[in-house]
Structures are given as C-alpha cells and as structure tokens.
C-alpha cells in the first residue's frame, strides 16, 4: 500500500494543475472546482491498482475528473449550454475570406488582448467546443485522447476543434474591432 | 459540401500534425498555398492555436487543496493497512469477556496507538461509543459526514439537538478559541443521540459525541466495557493517544462525552474539558 501510495503520488500529482485549470473552465466556480477535483484524486487513488501502468495517467485522471463531473457535478447544477450544431456551422461558413484582412491574423492585433479577454472569449463558447481547444492546445492531448475523453470518433474531434477555433476567432475578430485594435473601412 | 468540409478539416489536422499521412499532408499544403480562401482558414486555425497556447496561463492549485488530497490519500493509505491491526485491537479492548484492569487497558492502548501510529479508523463495525466517535470523526475529515444544522453557537445547536429529538439534557459550551460549526443528531436504536463540532482558526477540529450516561447501559451501540464506565462514573478522564488525533471520554453530570480531536491534546485536556467539566452549562 505504502508503495502503491508513493506511485500514485509521483504518477498523479504532477498533474494537478492541469486538472484544477479544467475544472475551473467546466464550473466556472473555484469552489466546485475544488470539490471536483478532490474528488477526482480521491476516486482516482481509490482505483488506482486499475490503471494500466506506461499508459496516459493525466488523460486517465480527466477521464475520471469527467465523469465524476457528469454524475456529480452537473446533476446538480443547470444542464449544459445545448448546441446547435447547424446554427454553429452556418455562422462561422458566413465567414468569408473577403471579410477578413489576412493582416488581421498577425499575431500583434491580438497581442494588444489582454489574457483576460482571450479566457474570456473562450469560456463564452459552448461547452462542447471549449472542451476540444482546451484538451488540444492548452494541455497538449492528442486527437486519439480527446476522442476518448469525449467518447467521439477522431474525425468529430477534428471538425469540433476546426469549429471551435472559428468560433473563438470571431469572437476575439469583433472583440479586438470593438476595442479599436482592428480598423475596417 | 462535403468535400469542401473536408479539406477543412484537413487543414486542422495539418495544424495539429494529426490523423494525417505524409502524402496527405502535402496535398493539404499544395490546396493551402494555392487557394486564398484556404490560406486564410489555415491562418486561423494557426493563429488560434498559437494564442489559446500562449495566452491561457494556468491558474496555480491553491495549496490547500493539495494539502487536503495528501492529506486524504495518505490517509487513507495507512487506515486500509493498520485496517485489521486496530480491529483486532478495538475488539480484543472493548470486548466484556476480554476486559482486564482499566491500567492495562490503558497502557497498552497508548503503546499501540504510538508505536504503530495508528489513525483514526473508518468502517469499524463494533458498536460502541467510543469507535463510533472515532468513526465519525475519520469520517468528518474525510469529508464524508456533513453537518445536518450548521451553526455557529451553543443555542441554535441545543435548539437543535430538541427540535431533532434528542430527549436529554445537552452540554454546548462556547469558546473563545474554538467555533461551533455545526450538529448532528443520529438515530441509535430508536434513541436521539447528539453530536456537534467545532474548529479553530487554524482548522483543527473537535467533534463531540454526547449521551445521557443511562444510555451506556440501555443501547447496546453505544455502551462500553464495565472498567470504563466505572471511571467514567467515578470522574476519571479516559485518554486514547493517536499519532494525528487524541480520543478522550469522560463524564460531566448526567452527560458522558466521546471528543475526539486532532488538535493539540494538552490543550484540549485543560482548556476545553477542564472548563466544560467547570462549566454550569447545560
């Protein structure tokens, strides 16, 4: 046990930042995210003889951090944001490239975004599509682990993510218009 | 549609170096540098994915909560290994038919408690007051047992503990040093019993279990071997030393008490049961 313990700690503790960080983003509260995540670690520690050693634990941890926030979080909080996905795809299609100067993707009109603005517009997209960014391009999962973690095929994974980086585009394109960084004639 | 759907999403893949060939991968590159309308979703994606990467910083876990999963890990590590120890121990003690004179029962319980540094236990079934106090507060810290009432003083507890049932005079003193933060009453074969906390700034906790003392010998669950009821009975203070909580019973009236604490035990002794001992409060 003491070494089960002492793997465990070396295994799973690294990883917290990471899961408090996700949490935060699901909750929205750092209360809930500190429940939550407890309660990943205690559930986690508790089954740990079943995870398969040289595999994934941080994405073995989300696994269990999601559903302890499907079965224990969310059903006792309002349901999620429902997306319409059709609505989702029209939007962004509307998007045409004869809208957008391509100087407007140089990374300094966005520099002038504050970080909080940036947090900001991603935790305003559905759920669905904040999941996919975050899991990608802020803790690093590959498309397979993703898939898991949403229980989507790979290809669902790669066209949400596709979308959601739309998404947040637009919403940071009319944010950084509205605070005068873009200028359009 | 689909086909332009397609390339879209490829164009992601390319991003991402993912769920490509490399075959398919320059064709992807050969449509982006080829097609405007292309370059610009490749831009997008790009660009989104540098910035989500360089501009959402990780908030740090707050100390305490790492804390508190060490601490609830580690814990629970050690219960589930000293697990059988202490039942057989518990067993062997609390036992009538075992019963030896209370000095030896005493010595061997502080010997046992700090050479094996034993925890509190979770899950003991023997019914009797003092492993269900120490049931309980394994159970407080593990965040499994929650206040039914939270309060913060002694006379919405007591109000508590009557409008709840609790058919006995209740003991619920105030402290400078120490907060109620909340009661309990449970339900021990048909009897009300009361139980309540309280903790300091610090986050130390006391949990206080509390019987009419006629209980100890009408219900079975709480009662405890003759030798210790006779020094309760006879205003002795029984100690039970733990590497991380200290167990005290002991009689005030017609009240017999189960406090378990992991706060500092010589202080509990003289500040928290001396003064309740002295206290006229019922």
Redesign the interface.
């Known amino acids: ?2 070494n ?2 002492k793997e ?2 070396k295994e799973a ?1 690294p990883h ?3 899961l ?2 996700f949490a ?1 983003k699901m909750t929205g509260s ?1 209360d809930d995210a ?1 429940d939550l ?2 309660e990943t ?2 559930k986690a ?2 089954f740990f003889d079943k995870f398969e050693r040289g595999t994934n634990c941080k994405a073995w941890m989300f696994r269990i951090l999601k559903n302890s926030f499907i079965n224990d979080y969310r059903k006792n909080t309002k349901e999620p944001d429902k997306v319409d996905y059709d609505d989702v795809s029209n939007f962004y299609e509307n998007i ?2 004869s809208d ?1 100067k ?1 100087d407007h ?1 140089q ?1 300094d009109v ?1 520099a002038k975004l504050m ?1 909080d603005d ?2 900001a517009s ?1 935790n305003n997209l559905p759920e669905d599509f904040r999941t996919v ?2 899991l ?3 803790e690093g999962f ?2 397979e682990e993703i898939a898991d973690f949403i229980d989507c095929p ?2 669902t994974v ?2 949400r ?2 979308r959601a ?2 998404m ?2 637009t919403k ?1 394109f009319s944010y950084a218009k509205d605070k005068g960084f873009i200028n359009e004639k | 549609m689909e086909d332009k759907n397609k390339i879209l999403y490829d164009i992601t893949s390319y991003v991402d170096k993912e769920a490509l060939t490399e075959k398919e991968r320059q064709y992807v590159k050969k449509q982006i540098d080829e097609s405007p309308e292309l370059q610009l979703e490749y831009n997008i994606q790009k660009s989104m994915k540098n910035l989500v990467s360089a501009r959402i910083t990780r908030a740090k876990t707050p100390a305490y909560l790492i804390d508190n999963i060490v601490s609830k890990t580690s814990d629970t590590s050690k219960r589930t290994k000293q697990q059988s120890f202490i039942n057989g121990i518990k067993e062997f003690l609390f036992t009538p038919k075992y019963a030896l004179g209370i000095a030896s029962i005493l010595i061997l319980l502080t010997i046992a408690y700090s050479v094996f540094n034993i925890p509190p236990d979770g899950g003991i079934k023997t019914p009797n007051l003092f492993v269900q106090a120490e049931n309980n507060f394994a159970s407080i810290i593990a965040g499994d047992l929650k206040p039914q009432k939270l309060c913060s003083n002694a006379g919405e507890v007591k109000e508590f503990f009557r409008s709840a049932g609790v058919a006995y005079a209740t003991i619920v003193p105030e402290f400078k040093e120490w907060n109620i933060i909340g009661a309990v009453v449970s339900d021990e074969q048909g009897q009300k019993l009361a139980h309540h906390v309280y903790s300091d700034d610090s986050g130390k906790l006391i949990y206080v279990y509390q019987v009419n003392k006629a209980h100890l010998t009408s219900n079975k669950l709480v009662e405890l071997s003759p030798e210790i009821y006779d020094n309760l009975m006879s205003n002795n203070v029984v100690k039970f030393e733990a590497h991380d909580h200290s167990t005290f019973l002991f009689r005030h009236v017609e009240n017999v008490f189960a406090l378990v604490t992991n706060d500092d035990d010589t202080k509990i002794e003289k500040r928290f049961i001396e003064n309740l001992i002295n206290s006229n409060t019922i």
């Open positions: 046990m003491d089960l313990y465990f700690e503790l917290i930042d990471a408090y960080n935060l750092s500190d995540v407890q670690y205690l520690f508790r045409k490239s957008i391509t993707l990374e966005y970080d940036i947090a991603l960014i975050i990608s391009d802020v590959t498309y790979i290809g790669r066209s993510l596709h980086r739309k947040l585009y940071l």
